[in-house]
C-alpha cells in the first residue's frame, strides 16, 4: 500500500495484494467419492483389505459401498486458487470541494484437479483426469464529489457520485479417460475426452446517486438522496431504476423554550422515506435462452437446438419502499433513553416465477415481477444507565411487533411447499395443514373415529383409520371425509408477530459481566406426524 501527496491539491495511492493458495483435499461428497460417508456405511466387521493385500470391492458382496481408503489411496485431488486484488486512487481537495476517484479490481482463478488411477472406484479402468478451471474478473470504477459549507447557522453538504461495476465468469471442464501409465497425469494424454464444457456470463452495472445534507441551528434537520441504476440483466426500456429517499428530524430539546427542562437531555421527532432496488436474477433471465438436444428424423437421431428458458422482456427493478416515523429521547442525564419507531415496508415487483401452462413444454418459465408484500409494525426500545463511583451498569429492553401481508402473487392460486403457503392476503409461508379435533384417547373418542369411518371415505386419503394415540382431523366442510383439497386450513405463520428482549450489563474496576436475553411470541410451529410430511 503506498500514498503519495503529489501537489497540495492531489494525492495519489495504490493499494494491490495477491495470494495463491494450493488445497491437497480429502475426496468429498461435491467429486462424488466421499470417503467420511463411505466409512460410517460399512459394517462393523467390514475390513479394507484382503488377506493378499488386495481392497475389498465396494458394491459387491464383499463391500457394500465403496472401499474409503481405496478412494483416498487411489485418487489425487487439489484445488490451486490465485487471487489478486487492486485499487488505485487520486483524490483531489480544493478548499471546501473533494473529488475522490477509485478503480479497483478483483481477480479470482481456480484451478479444479482430480485424477482417479486405474485402482480408483470411478477409474473407468484406465485412469481418469476431471478439470475444471474458473475465471472471475471484476472491476468496480468510483467517482465521488462533496462540497460542504456553513452559513452562520445554516449548513450544507453536498454529494454527486457515479459508479461502474463490471463482472465477467469464464469456467470451462474437460473429462478425459483412458491413461497408458499412471506417469500420464494431464488430460492431454487421454486416449478418450468422454465430456468436455465451458461456459461464460457477464453482468454489468451503472449508477448515479447524490445526496443533500441541511441543517440550521442543529435544531431542524434534513437529508435528501436519490440514486439511479441501470442493470444489464434488464433490457433497454427496462433497464433503469430510480430510487429516492429523504429524512426530516426536529431535535425539540434545542429549542429556546425547552431551556427551562433541565431533566430533559434529548428529545428528537423523526421521519424518513427511502426507496431501494434488488436485480438479483440471473444474468440473462430477460431473454430467451437455447441449449443442445437431440431429436429423431428419418430415423436417426441428430442435434439440434432447443428453448431452455422464456424470456421476459418487461422484467425490471424489485422496488422496497419503507416509511418511518419516530422519536428518541433521554433525560436525566440520559440515564433514561429510549426510541419509538412506526415503519410500514412494502417490498413491490417481487421477482418470481409463475406457473406456465404445461404446453410450453420442458422451458423453464420466465421471472417476472407479480409479487408484492407489506411488513407494518411498530419497534421501541427503554433503557437506563448508572455510574456509582467505580460500578457502572445498565438495563436495556426492546420490543417489535410486526404483521407480515402478501398483498399480491398469483391470484386464486398459491405456492404451496410441504405444509407451507405462500397466498394472497396470508402472511408469508403461512401453514397450510389440518387442524386437529383432539387427540384419540379414550374409548369415547375412538367411538366418534368409528362412527365417521362408517363412510368407507371418510380416512381413504389419509391412509388409513386413526387409531388411539392418533390426532382426529377436523372435516371442515362437514362432508364427513377428511380431503387435503377440503379440510386444510391455514392455522399460523412461523413468522412471529411479537420480538422481544432485554439485556442487562454491569462493570466494576475492569471487570464487565452482561446477560441477554430474548423471545418471540405470536409465531407457529409444527412437529411431523405421519399423516402429513
Not at 121 to 141: C, D, M, Q, S
Not at 166 to 185: A, E, L, N, Y
Amino acid at each position: 500500500k503506498i500514498s503519495h501527496e503529489m501537489t497540495s491539491w492531489l494525492e495519489v495511492g495504490a493499494n494491490v495484494s495477491g495470494n495463491y493458495l494450493k488445497n491437497n483435499r480429502v475426496p468429498g461428497a461435491n467429486i462424488g467419492s466421499t470417503i467420511v460417508a463411505r466409512a460410517v456405511e460399512q459394517r462393523p466387521f467390514d475390513r479394507p483389505y484382503k488377506p493378499n493385500g488386495d481392497y475389498y470391492l465396494g458394491g459387491t458382496d464383499e463391500l457394500a459401498r465403496h472401499n474409503p481408503l481405496q478412494i483416498l489411496n487411489e485418487e489425487v485431488s487439489y484445488i490451486d486458487t490465485y487471487r489478486y486484488l487492486g485499487t488505485f486512487n487520486a483524490d483531489l481537495k480544493y478548499k471546501k470541494f473533494s473529488l475522490k476517484n477509485s478503480v479497483s479490481t478483483d481477480i479470482g482463478y481456480t484451478y479444479d484437479y482430480v485424477y482417479y488411477n486405474e485402482n480408483h472406484p470411478y477409474g473407468a479402468g484406465g485412469g481418469r483426469i476431471v478439470e475444471y478451471n474458473r475465471l472471475v474478473k471484476n472491476l468496480l470504477i468510483e467517482n465521488v464529489f462533496n462540497y460542504n459549507d456553513k452559513f452562520g447557522d445554516f449548513e450544507a453538504g453536498l454529494m454527486l457520485g457515479h459508479s461502474f461495476q463490471k463482472m465477467s465468469t469464464r469456467t470451462s471442464s474437460i473429462d478425459g479417460r483412458g491413461f497408458p501409465s499412471p506417469v500420464f497425469d494431464t488430460v492431454g494424454t487421454a486416449s478418450e475426452i468422454y465430456n468436455a464444457s465451458g461456459g461464460i456470463s457477464e453482468f454489468a452495472m451503472e449508477s448515479y446517486f447524490g445526496r443533500i445534507n441541511l441543517d440550521w441551528e442543529n435544531k431542524y434537520l434534513a437529508e435528501f438522496n436519490l440514486r439511479s441504476d441501470g442493470s444489464s440483466r434488464f433490457l433497454s426500456d427496462h433497464r433503469w431504476g430510480y430510487f429516492p429517499s429523504g429524512s426530516l428530524a426536529w431535535r425539540i430539546d434545542q429549542e429556546a423554550f425547552m431551556e427551562d427542562a433541565e431533566w430533559l437531555d434529548n428529545l428528537k421527532i423523526r421521519a424518513s422515506y427511502g426507496a431501494l432496488g434488488n436485480n438479483s436474477v440471473g444474468n440473462y433471465s430477460a431473454i430467451s435462452s437455447y441449449g443442445a438436444a437431440n431429436y429423431i428424423l428419418n430415423n436417426a437421431v441428430n442435434t439440434g437446438w432447443s428453448i431452455t428458458a422464456l424470456a421476459n422482456a418487461n422484467l425490471t427493478w424489485e422496488k422496497t419502499k419503507v416509511t418511518d416515523i419516530g422519536f428518541d429521547f433521554g433525560v436525566l442525564n440520559n440515564r433514561l433513553y429510549g426510541t419509538f419507531d412506526w415503519f410500514n415496508k412494502q417490498t413491490e415487483g417481487i421477482l418470481i416465477q409463475l406457473p406456465s401452462p404445461l404446453v410450453h413444454g420442458a422451458a423453464s418459465t420466465p421471472t417476472s415481477n407479480a409479487a408484492q408484500v407489506t411488513n407494518k409494525g411498530i419497534e421501541l426500545s427503554l433503557g437506563w444507565r448508572d455510574q456509582i463511583n467505580d460500578f457502572s451498569y445498565s438495563i436495556n429492553g426492546n420490543y417489535m411487533y410486526v404483521t407480515n401481508n402478501v398483498d399480491k402473487f398469483k391470484g386464486k392460486d398459491y405456492s404451496l411447499d410441504g405444509i407451507y403457503m405462500t397466498k394472497e392476503g396470508e402472511a408469508i409461508g403461512s401453514m397450510y395443514m389440518y387442524e386437529a379435533d383432539r387427540i384419540i384417547q379414550t374409548d369415547e373418542d375412538l367411538a366418534i373415529v368409528n362412527m365417521i369411518a362408517k363412510n368407507p371415505d371418510a380416512f381413504s386419503k389419509l391412509g388409513a383409520t386413526p387409531g388411539k394415540g392418533d390426532i382426529l382431523f377436523k372435516d371442515q366442510d362437514g362432508d364427513g371425509i377428511i380431503d387435503p383439497n377440503k379440510d386444510r386450513k391455514v392455522v399460523g405463520s412461523t413468522i412471529p408477530k411479537h420480538t422481544f428482549g432485554l439485556t442487562l450489563s454491569a462493570a466494576y474496576k475492569g471487570i464487565d459481566f452482561s446477560i441477554f436475553m430474548q423471545g418471540v411470541a405470536g409465531a407457529k410451529g409444527y412437529l411431523n406426524e405421519k399423516y402429513f410430511s
